[in-house]
């Protein structure tokens, strides 16, 4: 019998904003290897990050030094927890992996090029050199919805006034997160609604990510990025500054490095899956944001996700029924 297509999974990990208290907790009260992440998580921080996941309260959660190594580590536990149950298959099964911005760390891990400790403590200094590189209140983030990224980047054009203003998450083909100065995405939010846009929506984070208002934050990871241990990944990562399929491990360090100013290309990134041999994604970690993105890039992916015991036994099946189409 032939396959009517490639089956196999691109894993996806999410980035900051998916973060909500009590994620993860169902998966270490049920799972001994999602607790083990935990612990390791905890060990290596020197806190107890999986108390504030578990309990909050959530305005810890919100800190970007918190949120970026407690959504990290809460991927990582329903990777591992996954991992597990398909243990005997997981060579087969993994096509790539991408992770949307502080995501890709945890992508790494997954590859076997970052170990889960280095990643952590990294991921906690990354949110704290980004929350100190901008004042509180001058820089700002939207998402453009209804227009295409040609027309965000002549709004961002005409918006820009001197001051820093771009594309910053390439996220769908009808979404672009714009981040710059307060002001200039003010100015672009009400372009933008006199342009055609459906709606703009200013997302409530505590600095600008991905815009050279990071420029200072870049330069404090560079020396942390230059110790960090990497290794070749075991199957293709997709790079958030490139969309491309890359192993190598001096690759994954400049490109950590580039996307803490550069755009994330997740458009890119999921037109890529194809190619590798993926049909089906699997989000794995909280929410299902990248699950909403995924629809709008392509309708026909298979899509799955991992963040409490019922969604990891749902992926379960899916992935089984999946394994018959690539073995077909």
């Known amino acids: 019998m032939v396959s009517a297509g490639p089956r196999r999974a691109a894993l996806v990990f999410p980035g900051q904003g998916s973060q909500k208290v009590g994620m993860g907790k169902a998966l270490c009260e049920a799972y001994p290897e999602a607790r083990a992440v935990?612990?390791?998580a905890d060990a290596a921080l020197g806190f107890s990050l999986s108390r504030v996941c578990f309990e909050g309260p959530e305005e810890n959660l919100r800190l970007t030094a918190t949120t970026q190594p407690a959504v990290l580590t809460t991927s990582l536990a329903a990777l591992e927890t996954l991992r597990a149950r398909c243990a005997a298959d997981w060579n087969g099964m993994v096509a790539c992996a991408a992770g949307h911005s502080l995501g890709e760390y945890a992508a790494l891990v997954a590859a076997g090029a970052l170990d889960l400790e280095d990643a952590v403590r990294t991921v906690r200094s990354r949110g704290e050199y980004m929350q100190e590189a901008v004042p509180v209140g001058r820089g700002a983030m939207a998402a453009v919805v209804g227009v295409p990224l040609k027309?965000?980047?002549?709004?961002?054009?005409?918006?820009r006034g001197g001051e820093v203003l771009g594309p910053a998450n390439l996220n769908a083909p009808d979404q672009t997160v714009v981040a710059g100065t307060a002001a200039?995405?003010?100015?672009l939010a009400s372009l933008a609604k006199s342009g055609g846009a459906a709606k703009v929506i200013r997302l409530p984070v505590s600095a600008p990510f991905h815009c050279t208002l990071m420029s200072g934050a870049q330069g404090r990871l560079a020396e942390d990025l230059k110790?960090?241990?990497l290794r070749d990944a075991a199957f293709p990562v997709l790079l958030n500054v490139s969309g491309s399929p890359?192993?190598?491990?001096?690759?994954f360090r400049d490109a950590l490095l580039r996307q803490v100013t550069a755009p994330v290309r997740w458009v890119d990134t999921?037109?890529?899956f194809r190619g590798l041999g993926a049909g089906t994604q699997v989000e794995v970690g909280p929410g299902r944001v990248l699950?909403?993105?995924a629809r709008r890039i392509d309708p026909d992916l298979e899509l799955l996700s991992v963040e409490d015991p019922a969604s990891l036994e749902k992926t379960i099946a899916g992935l089984a029924a999946a394994k018959d189409g690539w073995q077909a």
């Not at 890359?246 to 690759?251: F, G, M, N, P």
Request: glycine residues 6%; aromatic residues 4%; hydrophobic residues 30%.
């Open 38 to 40: 935990y612990e390791r």
């Open 151 to 159: 027309q965000v980047e002549d709004l961002c054009r005409d918006a």
């Open 184 to 187: 200039a995405v003010d100015r």
């Open 227 to 229: 110790g960090l241990r």
């Open 246 to 251: 890359e192993r190598k491990a001096e690759t």
């Open 270 to 272: 999921v037109r890529a």
């Open 291 to 293: 699950s909403g993105l």
